[in-house]
């Protein structure tokens, strides 16, 4: 199968023919291929982990992950011009009307859900309806920035779970927000209202200052008084430790800084793409896949996260499209080898009873979740491919 690529979406891709652009190139038409002999089984339902058969366990409707698996389809439906990719990704709208129509549904990650979905059909068909759908979830979004202390806050807080929830997600900011800066300055363009660019630098600027150490390492989560916006101390949901650095947390960032300097051209999130790139292919020494957190004891024997080095690779590769020829060669170095370490020891797109593409991933090791197919992982891998081979035109 040669893959096509559609002409909205026209991209160039490399003229030099080395081994790991046609390894990187097959990948991505067995990726493609997964995604069309899985449809039937997995229909339009949206998986959420994978379990130990590598058949998916699926998302609820208001799921933070619930646009992942739509977000490859769009990708395969750019790539391919395949109406049936199209129609599969477009079934989907109608749980992001019902993300929109549950208040209690909607969190910080409504950039996640929103760009990969209904931002990718506004950019991939015109159709009116998802640009609405997106504006209105770019809005939501904006309500939770918090101007006293420059933050988007993360999470809710729950009535039924009293006042330990408040206490613990008023004021709250974590890592992966970062990512979902892209619909707050997708919807800055479409509109002009500066509100969306403010809000989303000022998130930026309030991660650089507190989440990323000074050792270029970074907190998963920081707190800020929710009155006042005082700075109070980092701490970690998912991470080993509150002083420990969270592999998925640090591949987070890489992304979302590098995706905030290519939109607003500011170098100084581009210098922190850097510094925290460089930090990450330190700290993960020889390994072919990142451990899930590079402060875990005993790290030769602690799960890897095949997620983390995705994002990361995707990251990477953005961050050498905005540097000179030079620093870019070396970038592309590290990130061509994050992608070696995901194929080698992590590729399921050949195992024909797998419904994912990425084994051992690390969802949430506290809880008991790793080892196992994550769609985030998935996507970022279709993602990282892409940018790998000369795409850069993606739904954020």
Same mark, same amino acid.
């Given at each position: ?51 130990? !058969? ?20 769009? +990708? ?99 890592? %992966? ?36 150490? !000074? %050792? ?76 899930? %957190? ?49 194929? %080698? ?5 050949? !195992?024909?009873?797998?419904?994912? +593409? +990425? ?38």
């Amino acid at each position: 199968m040669k893959i096509e690529t559609s002409s909205y979406f026209a991209a160039s891709v490399p003229a030099a023919a080395t081994s790991h652009v046609d390894r990187h190139q097959a990948a991505l038409v067995r990726s493609i291929e997964k995604l069309r002999t899985t449809m039937p089984i997995i229909g339009i339902r949206n998986p959420k982990i994978g379990l130990s !058969d590598n058949s998916w366990a699926y998302c609820s409707p208001y799921d933070w992950v619930v646009s992942f698996h739509a977000g490859q389809l769009w +990708l395969a439906s750019q790539l391919t011009g395949d109406p049936t990719f199209l129609n599969a990704a477009r079934a989907r709208r109608s749980i992001f009307r019902g993300i929109l129509a549950h208040r209690r549904a909607q969190d910080h990650d409504l950039g996640f859900q929103f760009s990969l979905s209904c931002v990718a059909e506004w950019l991939m068909t015109g159709e009116k309806e998802p640009r609405a759908l997106a504006l209105e979830a770019a809005n939501l979004l904006l309500g939770r920035y918090r101007p006293e202390g420059r933050y988007l806050q993360a999470w809710n807080a729950q009535p039924a779970h009293g006042s330990m929830r408040a206490d613990f997600a008023n004021g709250r900011i974590i890592a %992966d927000t970062m990512q979902n800066l892209a619909l707050l300055y997708w919807a800055y363009g479409e509109t002009g209202r500066a509100d969306f660019r403010e809000a989303a630098d000022g998130h930026a600027d309030t991660t650089l200052k507190h989440l990323v150490r !000074d %050792d270029d390492t970074s907190f998963h989560t920081f707190l800020f008084d929710p009155s006042t916006g005082e700075a109070l101390r980092g701490e970690t949901h998912q991470g080993h430790a509150d002083g420990s650095c969270w592999s998925r947390g640090q591949a987070w960032l890489i992304h979302g800084f590098a995706q905030c300097a290519r939109v607003t051209g500011n170098r100084t999130y581009l210098d922190a793409a850097r510094r925290l790139a460089a930090k990450a292919e330190q700290l993960m020494g020889s390994d072919l896949v990142p451990v899930w %957190d590079y402060d875990v004891p005993n790290p030769k024997n602690a799960p890897r996260d095949s997620s983390a080095g995705a994002i990361m690779a995707a990251g990477i590769y953005m961050l050498a499209d905005q540097c000179d020829v030079d620093e870019a060669q070396a970038w592309r170095g590290f990130a061509d080898r994050l992608i070696a370490g995901l194929l %080698d020891t992590c590729d399921l797109t050949e !195992d024909p009873t797998a419904l994912g +593409l +990425l084994a051992h991933g690390a969802a949430h090791v506290g809880s008991g979740y790793s080892d196992t197919m994550l769609p985030y992982g998935d996507y970022y891998f279709m993602e990282a491919l892409m940018r790998s081979l000369g795409h850069t035109q993606f739904f954020w």
